[in-house]
T-cell receptor, first 113, second 111 residues
């Protein structure tokens, strides 16, 4: 029972490089989310999706793009990485938007040099 | 008022102690409330939902006060394994697209 799986677990990038973080869930959840967590800032929502083929901006979307081509997958892309994007990234999924708890993946630790 | 506000702590307590955390939220239309637990450098995990009448799960008791817009978590007979950061989580509003996470309260239980 995998739940929410994130890949990769760790990554180091140079400024200007691009990469994609993958999130996969096997719980048949409609809603998926990408957060970043920085010291003293708590979890901040980057983008979210309310279903296959849909995406929307969250609190801190700049510098990121997302895609949800399949219901079980939610991809987060960094087109041109910046040091300010050094963070821990968490993916989450849920049955409903605001009434059911979210289930989290174990995170991706990303460093931008 | 911030959307979800928690005392960051840390709360340092001995094993066996009872400790309580409070959380305030700003949106009176919020309908769903949760407590999550986050261990150092790990993902947040659901500890318990919070219901209007209050609810208990073993050593953990959650209370909701809608009039004052605060939520509490009581931990009885603290264990070393309870050491973690506890996140208060509230949905934004009835049509909210996501949950709002507090920054967390850190608990350290010592022997």
């Amino acid at each position: 029972n995998a739940g929410v799986t994130q890949t990769p677990k760790f990554r180091v990038l140079k400024t200007g490089q691009s990469m994609t973080l993958l999130c996969a869930q096997d719980m048949n959840h409609e809603y998926m989310y990408w957060y970043r967590q920085d010291p003293g800032m708590g979890l901040r929502l980057i983008h979210y999706s309310v279903g296959e083929g849909t995406t929307a901006k969250g609190e801190v979307p700049d510098g990121y793009n997302v895609s949800r081509l399949k219901k079980q997958n939610f991809l987060l892309g960094l087109e041109s990485a910046a040091p300010s994007q050094t963070s821990v990234y968490f993916c989450a999924s849920s049955y409903s938007r605001g009434y059911q708890p979210q289930h989290f993946g174990d995170g991706t630790r990303l460093s931008i040099l | 008022r911030k959307e979800v506000e928690q005392d960051p702590g840390p709360f340092n307590v001995p094993e066996g102690a009872t400790v309580a955390f409070n959380c305030t939220y700003s949106n009176s239309a919020s309908q769903s409330f949760f407590w999550y637990r986050q261990d150092c450098r790990k993902e947040p995990k659901l500890l318990m939902s919070v219901y209007s009448s209050g609810n208990e799960d073993g050593r953990f008791t959650a209370q909701l006060n809608r009039a004052s817009q605060y939520i509490s978590l009581l931990i009885r007979d603290s264990k070393l394994s309870d050491s973690a950061t506890y996140l208060c989580v509230v949905n934004k509003n009835q049509a909210g697209t996501a949950l709002i996470f507090g920054k967390g309260t850190t608990l350290s239980v010592s022997s």
